[in-house]
C-alpha cells in the first residue's frame, strides 16, 4: 500500500525539507503533528506561493553564502589535528569517553564554528591514541580529521602494561607458598569441639 502524502508550502526552511517558498510533499502525520502545528508550513495557493517568492529569493542568497563560509572552513579543517587531555586509568583506559560534543567543542575553541551534528563518530573514543574522525557540513562537504587523545599524566605502567600484552605470554612457574598456606591451620575462633 502506497502511503499518500499531501503538498504543504513551506513558510520558513526547514532542514532536509526545503526552502521557504517550497511546496513539498510530506506525510499526513509529519504535516499535522509538526508543520501545521508549529506554523512552518500551509496549504498551497497561488496568492501564497506568489507572496513567498521574495523570501525564497532570500533564503537562496543566504544558502548560498552559507555553503561558501562552510567551503571555507573545510578549506581551513583541511588536515587539521585536535589534541583532547582526558583523565586516565594505569592501562590508558579513559574515565569518561570522548564524544561528539567534546571534538565539537574543541574544534570550536580553536576557531573553527562546527556544529555537534556535524562530527561523524562511529563509536565513543574510550582510549588514549589517536583516531580519526570525519566532519560533514553538507551532503558532499566532508573532510577528516585527526584526534589525538593524550593522558592528563604520565603513564609509567601503561608501557610496561602494553609491552607485556603485546609480548608472547611465557609459562610463569608455580609458586609453593599457596600450598604451603593451605597446610596451616587456619587461626581464628576456636570451635566448641576443642
Known sequence: MASKKIELLLNRTIENLGLVG???????????????????AEAPTAEKIEALKGRRAQAQAELSK????????????????????R?????????GAVTQRDISDQLVADGFL???RAVRLQNPIRRIGQYSCLIQLDRDLKTELTIDVLPDRALENFTAAAA????????APVADEPAAAAEEPKKGKKSKKD
Request: proline share 3%; aromatic share 6%; hydrophobic share 45%.
Open 22 to 40: 517550497d511546496v513539498v510533499k510530506v506525510k499526513p502525520g509529519f504535516a499535522r503533528n509538526y508543520l501545521l502545528t508549529h506554523g512552518f
Open 66 to 85: 552559507l555553503r561558501s563560509e562552510r567551503e571555507a572552513l573545510m578549506a581551513r579543517m583541511e588536515g587539521a589535528a585536535i589534541k583532547l587531555i
Open 87 to 95: 583523565s586516565v586509568n594505569d592501562q590508558g583506559v579513559l574515565y
Open 114 to 116: 562546527v556544529d555537534m
Open 164 to 171: 607485556a600484552a603485546e609480548a608472547p605470554e611465557e609459562e
